[in-house]
């Protein structure tokens, strides 16, 4: 049996950096007043249809869907956002304090083609900012993709923004990309002419080389923002500027999902080949209300997991944990006694292991060796004759004789030291 296309195991050989990276993300979204989130995995499907957009590739082509027995209609969660948004709105979380910073990591599915770094389950690292419209924020939320990038050494990495304008300037902005998609309309795809009337903003992010290059000139969204949403971008420029974060102005760039308002972003590397974003955000200040809730300003990214791990990989090779200590026991008595001591040591947080297959002393050292303990406990026949154990310090090849009385306290304090 093989694991599903597009979906795989992460090994315990390589879950060394995805702790990494989760220890470093929550420390850092808990010192930003963010509180972590958990959502289900299954959703209505309608939830996503109604926050990505019908007319997105997610909704149109990549989401897992299926009836369940009583026919209905439900989706594993192809991002988080839109679980937030409902899970904001049912709790009426908006109603004790509409300011709220959620951050959470799980596996998202979408039927997308396989290649390196895009899988059919992925991971993301999440946040998610409700009830602040300040320009501050976006800023914040960028620098803290920055700080975190740079916290795991990785360089390399740029943050490429856009605003998309918001309600009062997009009607303009629309009528002057139509007018311009009408005279390009013989060299666009098929795809694209049938979303020129239902969301033609989409036609932007077509990956088809012959719209891309059609589309080159197309009016943006920049040269059409009103006076708020100018002000509005110039402040997150001005303040990253302040902070020391890289970021181009990117025209181009429009994201894959229906929701964003004003900034929107994708920090990009030049290492992963075709999958250059490791991660992407942008504001979504109607989605709320359009949810059933009160009108709530609301702004988040996520990270791609894999992708970061994928990009740590090439700077860094995954730490194996090493072993405190491994006991080297001979002869049943001097099994069961050492089974004892172990569990105590692990319940002390002493990293132990033994091996109960009545090996010989040769071969346990040997097994020692390949743990990479930094400790061997020798417990042979001879020496419990004598109520002793033999400590041997693997680095330093120094042994110490130990008295089986306080044994436990002794080897944690020695190991621990
Ligand atoms: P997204 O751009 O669709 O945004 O996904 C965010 C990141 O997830 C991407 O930049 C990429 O690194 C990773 N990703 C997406 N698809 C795959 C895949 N098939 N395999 C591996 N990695 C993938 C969102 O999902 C929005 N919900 C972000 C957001 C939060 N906007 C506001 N709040």
Redesign the pocket.
């Given at each position: 049996m093989q694991t599903i296309r597009g979906f795989r195991d992460i090994l315990p050989e390589t879950i060394g950096l995805w702790q990494k990276v989760e220890k470093e993300a929550t420390q850092l979204f808990e010192a930003f007043g963010f509180s972590e989130i958990r959502i289900p995995i299954l959703e209505k499907t309608e939830l996503f249809a109604r926050s990505i957009g019908e007319a997105t590739d997610i909704v149109e082509k990549e989401m897992y869907t299926f009836e369940d027995r009583k026919g209905d209609k439900l989706t594993l969660r192809p991002?988080?956002?839109a679980s937030i948004v409902r899970s904001y709105v049912q709790h009426k979380m908006y109603a004790s304090d509409p300011v709220r910073k959620f951050f959470m990591t799980g596996p998202?599915f979408?039927r997308?083609r396989p290649q390196k770094?895009?899988?059919?389950q992925?991971y993301?690292i999440?946040a998610?900012v409700f009830g602040i419209d300040s320009p501050y924020i976006d800023s914040q939320l960028i620098l803290i993709l920055h700080e975190l990038f740079k916290r795991l050494g990785l360089t390399g990495l740029s943050a490429h923004i856009n605003s998309l304008g918001c309600p009062d300037c997009r009607p303009a902005y629309q009528k002057a990309l139509l007018e311009f998609l009408e005279s390009k309309k013989e060299t666009l795809c098929e795809n694209c002419l049938r979303r020129m009337d239902k969301n033609p903003l989409r036609i932007l992010d077509c990956k088809v080389i012959e719209c891309k290059g059609a589309l080159m000139d197309a009016p943006s969204t920049l040269d059409h923002l009103c006076p708020a949403c100018t002000d509005h971008f110039e402040t997150v420029k001005r303040t990253l500027e302040i902070q020391g974060v890289d970021f181009m102005v990117d025209k181009t760039l429009v994201?894959?999902?229906d929701y964003y308002t004003r900034t929107a972003w994708?920090i990009q590397t030049t290492t992963l080949g075709a999958?250059s974003?490791?991660?992407?955000?942008?504001r979504?200040d109607k989605l709320v209300a359009e949810l059933g809730g009160p009108p709530t300003p609301a702004?988040?990214?996520?990270?791609?997991f894999?992708?970061l791990v994928e990009v740590l990989e090439q700077i860094e090779a995954p730490k194996e944990k090493p072993l405190d200590l491994f006991i080297v026991s001979l002869g049943d008595t001097a099994v069961e006694k050492a089974y004892l001591w172990s569990c105590e040591l692990n319940r002390n947080n002493v990293r132990t292991e033994l091996d109960f297959r009545g090996k010989s002393m040769k071969a346990l050292m040997k097994r020692a060796d390949k743990l990479k303990a930094s400790y061997v406990l020798i417990a042979g026949e001879n020496e419990l004759a004598q109520n002793t154990v033999l400590l041997r310090n693997m680095a330093t090849t120094e042994q110490v004789s130990l008295k089986l009385d306080h044994l436990v306290l002794d080897l944690i304090r020695i190991i621990k030291k």
């Open positions: 991002e988080a956002t998202m979408r997308e770094g895009r899988y059919r992925f993301q999440d998610e994201r894959g999902l994708e999958q974003a490791v991660a992407g955000g942008g979504y702004i988040g990214f996520a990270i791609g894999d992708r």
